[in-house]
C-alpha cells in the first residue's frame, strides 16, 4: 500500500499536505493563530482563507496529510471523531431516513444514532456486518447510509470492506469508521466505501494529548457538504490541535509496525493461558476474520479484546497491571486497558450492542514487549 501521490507511506506522512513556506522556509506547518485573515479588497482573500472556522491553513495541511495516505481526493478535519461522525449523520440522514450500522459499532457512535437522531425521526437496522449478504438485505428502500467498522470496537471483528460495498452498491452509500486500523494498515476508498471516518484521537495523532476527527473521501459534492458543515456547525478544531495531530502523524509508521510486533506477540502469549478463555485478535489464525483481514489489512493492528472466565476475573485483570495503565481510549503510545461493559461501551448496557461483561479490552502500546509481558503475567496471576 502507498499513499495517493506514488510516494511511499512515511514519505507521504512527512511531506504531503505542506511545503516550506515561502517566507521563512519553516519545515513545520505553522501554526497561524489567527483567527481572521486581512483581505487586499472587500473579499479579495490573500491566500484562500478568510475566518478559521471555515478554514486555516494549519488545518488544511493536516487534511490534505490525512487524505494522501488514504489515497482521497479530499479532507476534512473536525473536533473530535464524534463531531465528524455527527456531521457525516447530518449530511446523510433526513426525517424518515433509514440507517444500517454493526452490532458491535462503538458505544458512542450507537448513543448518537439512538438517542439523538432517532428524535428526528430516523430509524435504524443494526446487523452482523461480518455477514455482507445480512448487509445487503437489511438495506431498504429508504435507507441512506450504511456504516461499519472493522476492526470493530470492542468485538474486534472483521468485515470484509469490498464484499459489503458490493452487497449495497447502487443502493446506500458506505461509511467506514477506520480508527482501529489507521491509514497504515488499511485503505477502505480503494475497497468501494463513499467516505471514511477517523477518530484522529487515536491512532493518527498517535500520543493520547489531542483529540480530533477526519473525513476523507473522493465525492467533491460530499467533500462541500462536509466544508459547509465543518464551518456551518463549527465542529473544526483548533489550529494547536491539528498542528499536534499532524505532528504525531509523522510517525505513524513506525508506531504502527511496532504497535503490531507487540500485540501479536501479547495475543499468542495471552492465548496460551488458562485463564482467559478467548483472546479475540484478528492476527491469530483461529479468529473468524483472519483471512479476511490478511487480505484487506497490511497488518492486524493492536488492539486485542479478551475474554476471561468470568465478569470478576475480567475486573481483577484490568485492576493489576501497573504498565498498562487503567484508562479508556487507545491508540496512543502507552498501553492500555479497561473493561467496555462498564467504561466505554456503558451506554450500550441492555441494547442488542451489548458487550460481555467478561471482556477486557487492551491497546497495546510500543512499550518494550518484555515490560509488557511481565505486566500481563503478573495481572493474570492475580485472578483467581
Ligand atoms: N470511532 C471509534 C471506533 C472510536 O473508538 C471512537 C472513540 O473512542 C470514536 C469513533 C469517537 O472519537 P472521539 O473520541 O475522537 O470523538
Redo the contacts with the bound molecule.
Keep these: 500500500m502507498s499513499a495517493a501521490n506514488d510516494q511511499g507511506f512515511s514519505t507521504a506522512s512527512i511531506h504531503a499536505g505542506y511545503e516550506p513556506d515561502s517566507l521563512y522556509g519553516s519545515i513545520n506547518t505553522p501554526i497561524y493563530a489567527s483567527t481572521t485573515f486581512a483581505q487586499n479588497g472587500l473579499n479579495e482573500l490573500r491566500g484562500g482563507y478568510e475566518y478559521t472556522r471555515c478554514g486555516n491553513p494549519t488545518i488544511t495541511a493536516l487534511e490534505k496529510t490525512v487524505a494522501a495516505l488514504e489515497g482521497a481526493a479530499f479532507g476534512r478535519a473536525f473536533s ?4 465528524a ?1 455527527d456531521v457525516l449523520l447530518r449530511i446523510f440522514l433526513r426525517p424518515g431516513s433509514h440507517l444500517v450500522f454493526g452490532h458491535d459499532a ?1 458505544g ?2 450507537f448513543r448518537l444514532i439512538d438517542q439523538v437522531f432517532t428524535q428526528w425521526g430516523v430509524e435504524y437496522t443494526v446487523v452482523d456486518t461480518t455477514d455482507a449478504q445480512a448487509v445487503g438485505q437489511a438495506v431498504q428502500e429508504n435507507t441512506a447510509l450504511v456504516w461499519l ?1 472493522t476492526p470493530s ?1 470492542p468485538g474486534l471483528s472483521i468485515t470484509d470492506i469490498q464484499a459489503v460495498a458490493d452487497a449495497v452498491a447502487g443502493r446506500a452509500p458506505l461509511v467506514v ?1 477506520n ?2 486500523a489507521s491509514p497504515y494498515l488499511q485503505n477502505p476508498l480503494k475497497l468501494g466505501a463513499a467516505a471514511v ?1 477517523h ?4 491512532y493518527i495523532g498517535g500520543h493520547s494529548d489531542v ?3 477526519l473525513v476523507v473521501t473522493n465525492d467533491a459534492k460530499l467533500d462541500e457538504d462536509l466544508l459547509f458543515y465543518q464551518g456551518g456547525t463549527g465542529a473544526i478544531p483548533s489550529v494547536f490541535d491539528a498542528y499536534l495531530t499532524a505532528r504525531g502523524l509523522k510517525t505513524l509508521a513506525v508506531r504502527m509496525d511496532r504497535h503490531c510486533d507487540n500485540a501479536e506477540a501479547i495475543a499468542k502469549h495471552l492465548n496460551a493461558s488458562e485463564k482467559v478463555a478467548t483472546v479475540l485478535y484478528p492476527g491469530l489464525e483461529t479468529h473468524p476474520g483472519h483471512e479476511v483481514a490478511a487480505r484487506q489489512m497490511r497488518r492486524f493492528g493492536a488492539m486485542i479484546s479478551v475474554r476471561f472466565h468470568s465478569e470478576e476475573a475480567a475486573r481483577a485483570f484490568c485492576l493489576n497491571t501497573k504498565v498498562i495503565a487503567l484508562a ?3 491508540g496512543g503510545v502507552e498501553s492500555l486497558v479497561e473493561h467496555p461493559a462498564s467504561m ?1 461501551h456503558q451506554s450500550v448496557t441492555d441494547s442488542v450492542l451489548e458487550v460481555p461483561r467478561d471482556l477486557v479490552r487492551i491497546s497495546v502500546g510500543i512499550e518494550d514487549i518484555e515490560d509488557l509481558i511481565s505486566d500481563v503475567d503478573a495481572a493474570l496471576a492475580a485472578i483467581n
Design positions: 473530535s471523531g464524534m463531531a461522525t462503538y458512542g457512535t467498522e470496537n469508521d480508527t482501529f471516518l477518530s484522529t484521537t487515536k483529540v480530533g476527527g479508556e481510549s487507545l466505554t
